[in-house]
């Protein structure tokens, strides 16, 4: 079947992306790079596909290959304050800003923001992060993100430039 043509009752797919992942026990397909997929005629990943039950299974799969470390990632700067003495109800908590570094080929493992949310703003390179569920999204420069207390996700440089961004959370205090 040559591009472009389709089969009766068939359905076509043609992938552009050199990052393509597929966990051969789950039904999903994740990308690491921005998805270049185009679907033609009746096809699962199409409609509701990510309503059943295999999306509990590529979740799991994606949390389970996700690296657990972090590699060439550096914080270059981190200032914090002590938000009780700003604001006395939010005794135990700071808020901190960080600038982070992701060398090529480096990645942040996979982590939660439970407890921690937090806005970020990217300024340089290209950052694939990828969520535990399997979907991900590169973040270029002046792109900007939140990541609330139910964020689970891993960072990876998907570039041949550092990785630049600053991020503002709030933090638990730690216990003197």
Known sequence: MRKGERA????????RSSGLLADPGCACLTFSQPP??????P????GSHHANSNTR???????????????GYTTLKT????????????????LRLRTLKIEPGGHIGLHDHKDRPAVVVFQ???????NSDGT???FHAGDATAEGVKTMHWHKNA?????????????????N
């Open 57 to 71: 299974a590529c979740a799991s799969a994606a949390a389970q290959d996700a690296p657990k470390d972090n590699k």
């Open 36 to 41: 270049h997929l185009i679907l033609t005629g």
């Open 159 to 175: 570039g041949s430039d550092d990785v630049l961004f600053t991020t503002a959370d709030l933090v638990r205090k730690p216990a």
């Open 136 to 138: 991900s999204k590169t």
């Open 79 to 94: 200032v914090v304050i002590d938000l009780e003495a700003e604001i006395p109800s939010m005794a135990g908590w700071q």
């Open 8 to 15: 009766e009752g068939k359905s076509t797919i043609s992938l």
């Open 124 to 130: 340089q390179g290209a950052d694939t992060v990828t």
């Open 43 to 46: 096809h699962p990943l199409r």
